[in-house]
């Protein structure tokens, strides 16, 4: 399937840089699919190869996870209600279009209430590139909080170096830092803020890789760590025991400065697991919380026990689907 | 008369850190100093001693953080000071460096046996920056038959890892380059973490590669044992006397390519070049003189410093007391 690959690899790779957009990039393979095949059958084997590219190339991504089950709920009513795959197409692209806003309206709201607990003059720390804290500052900005921050490369990557960038732009005081010099300015911090790629049912963060060195020191500093994350971050799977799988990338591809160096036995994982301990309060768009009540929230919003399919399953289910709907 | 040409050469590559390592910053310094004492052209004594001072500030003033450097420094300049005749304190220059570059070497060696001691067979150890004494510890370990397996970190922003990688990997031993920010994750693997040091403080802190710090507490926080191999030489008697080891910042450059700073002004970037330890996060420091408790520091500082130590207490008595019972005698 030559048409994704493109996209596909730019998600595998981590060339996205914020889990949100790469997200939001991979939804909109969906309506693609149905547009392109030459009937429901056939977009529908498609759909369920996407989806399990998807899951492979980015296992850690509870967000993803969680708007894939969306859509496919939606595809499903769709499916039942007889609707031919052009409509589909057009119904999909309608249901990326609100959950793009959504997505949008929440991450501002997460970041308004996290612009309310930092005060003008603070120093702040943070990492990697994240969406949610790149909207935390426009809203300071937009307020007129003055503040500093200490922004670290975040290898292996390095997107740490874009978000500096970007932060300075937006007219921030911006010290880049190497990840090893974390805990040598962190009694210059008053606030550590972070983004999450997924949040687990205990209330530990997975977030890029170093965080949770960041927030150890934090905690020794006993310098406050807020995790500034939607609800849509929130692993369902792991209420029902599942972990949350870390890739490690072996070699030196996101290690820029070695790249000459191939026969190198270099191993990183791209995340690691922050717990609850060390986080004072997850930032939502539902409200400031303990890390351990995060599952609160999602009782409120999905009901208890959440409903959790698998999404690999939910997509080839859709076939059956289709064929009990020709059967009848 | 100036500093011969090879002497400012050798004072500028420890400045650009093309000669880096506190152990191999220090001999470098050692043998300038002898280089220098061979080239003096003069016939006074009294203007050989100021030559070879404004040899030694130049030396000291390449890097400030290693203490190893004016500690070697010093080590050849007392001994030089105390020469009657100038033919005399040019061999005692010779003499001096000479011996200051074999102890030294041999202080890495005697570390690595004492410390091999430390690691134990199926151990994973993990170590930070390029140390030669943290290295001749895992070296001397592993060739006594114990197996191990290393986690080097690539300590940015000079990956001076990679050294470390590639020496271990000749050795035989099986080592993974890590990113720094993954020491954590990792940590729950490793057995013991072994690192250098570029100088050891008066209270046991040790000064470290920037890193040295966040990989103490890590360790600390996974009950990982946490050991610092240091010859005597690191041990700052400055700190005695109250005197803080200064932290080096570098050019950003080694952290951004310039055009990075040039297209973001308000960009800056912070490169300090080390960190402290607290000796709480820290089991033992292994010496050439013995394994001790990183706050019994003042047990080495003692013995190897003690005179020079009284000699500066004294003066400093004697400046307050002047200062106190001013010029009670015509």
Request: include cysteine; glycine fraction near 6%; hydrophobic fraction near 45%.
């Amino acid at each position: 399937m030559a048409w994704w690959e493109d996209t596909i690899r730019e998600i595998a790779e981590y060339r996205i840089y914020s889990s949100t957009d790469a997200v939001l990039r991979a939804l909109e393979l969906f309506p693609q699919v149905f547009k392109r095949a030459y009937n429901l059958r056939e977009s529908l084997e498609t759909l369920a190869e996407l989806v399990n590219k998807l899951v492979e190339v980015r296992p850690t991504s509870v967000m993803l996870n969680n708007m894939m089950r969306r859509l496919l709920r939606a595809v499903e009513k769709h499916i039942k209600a007889g609707r031919s795959a052009s409509e589909i197409a057009d119904a999909l692209e309608l249901e990326i279009k609100s959950l793009r806003r959504e997505l949008e309206s929440a991450v501002n709201i997460a970041a308004t209430l996290g612009a309310r607990r930092v005060r003008n003059g603070d120093t702040l720390m943070t990492c990697s590139y994240s969406k949610t804290i790149m909207a935390l500052f426009h809203r300071l900005r937009e307020e007129g909080k003055r503040v500093r921050v200490y922004v670290t490369e975040s290898r292996p990557g390095s997107e740490g170096v874009e978000m500096a960038r970007e932060i300075s732009s937006m007219g921030f005081e911006v010290e880049l830092i190497v990840d090893s010099a974390v805990r040598f300015f962190m009694k210059d911090v008053d606030l550590v803020v972070v983004g999450a790629e997924a949040i687990a049912a205990n209330g530990a963060v997975v977030n890029k890789v170093g965080t949770s060195m960041i927030a150890l020191a934090a905690h020794e500093a006993r310098v406050r760590t807020f995790v500034i994350a939607t609800t849509h971050k929130f692993s369902h799977e792991t209420i029902f025991g599942e972990l949350v799988r870390l890739p490690i990338i072996r070699g030196v591809k996101l290690l820029p400065g070695l790249e000459r160096e191939a026969d190198l036995s270099a191993e990183s994982p791209l995340f690691d697991v922050t717990p609850p301990e060390y986080i004072d309060a997850i930032i939502t768009e539902r409200g400031v919380v303990a890390p351990e009540a995060v599952i609160l929230l999602v009782r409120e919003l999905y009901g208890w026990p959440p409903e959790t399919m698998d999404v690999i399953s939910a997509a080839h289910r859709l076939l059956e689907v289709v064929e009990s709907g020709a059967a009848s | 008369m100036e500093p011969p040409a090879e002497v400012v050469k050798i004072a500028e590559y420890i400045r650009e850190m093309k000669i880096r390592g506190a152990g191999r910053i220090a001999r470098a310094a050692a043998h300038a100093l002898k280089l220098a004492a061979i080239a003096y052209k003069g016939h006074d004594l009294g203007e050989y001693l100021e030559y070879m001072e404004r040899v030694a500030q130049l030396l000291k003033s390449t890097r400030p953080t290693a203490v190893s450097l004016p500690n070697a420094v010093n080590y050849v300049m007392m001994r030089v000071k105390s020469a009657r005749t100038l033919r005399d304190a040019i061999a005692t220059a010779v003499r001096a460096a000479d011996e200051f570059t074999s102890l030294s070497l041999k202080a890495v060696e005697t570390i690595g046996r004492i410390g091999a001691g430390l690691l134990e067979d199926g151990d994973v150890v993990l170590t930070h920056c390029n140390s030669s004494a943290a290295l001749s510890v895992i070296k001397t370990a592993f060739k006594e038959g114990k197996k191990l397996r290393v986690y080097a970190t690539e300590t940015r922003p000079r990956f001076q890892g990679l050294i470390s990688y590639r020496e271990l990997t000749q050795a035989g031993i099986p080592t993974t380059l890590i990113p720094d920010s993954a020491v954590r994750f990792f940590m729950k693997e490793v057995d013991k973490v072994i690192v250098g040091a570029d100088a050891v403080a008066a209270n046991g802190a040790v000064v470290n590669k920037v890193g040295t710090s966040m990989i103490a507490l890590a360790a600390h926080e996974a009950r990982v044992r946490f050991y610092v191999a240091a010859e005597t030489y690191k041990f700052s008697p400055a700190t005695v006397l109250g005197e803080l080891v200064t932290i080096e910042e570098r050019d950003p450059k080694e952290v951004v390519p310039p055009n990075v700073l040039a297209s973001s002004p308000r960009l800056r970037v912070r490169n300090p070049a080390f960190d402290v330890t607290p000796p709480e996060y820290i089991d033992a420091i292994i010496t050439e003189r013995g394994v001790i408790p990183p706050k019994a520091a003042i047990l080495v500082l003692k013995e190897e410093y003690g005179r020079m130590l009284e000699e500066e207490l004294m003066r400093i008595t004697l400046d307050i007391e002047d200062s106190i019972y001013p010029a009670q005698l015509p």
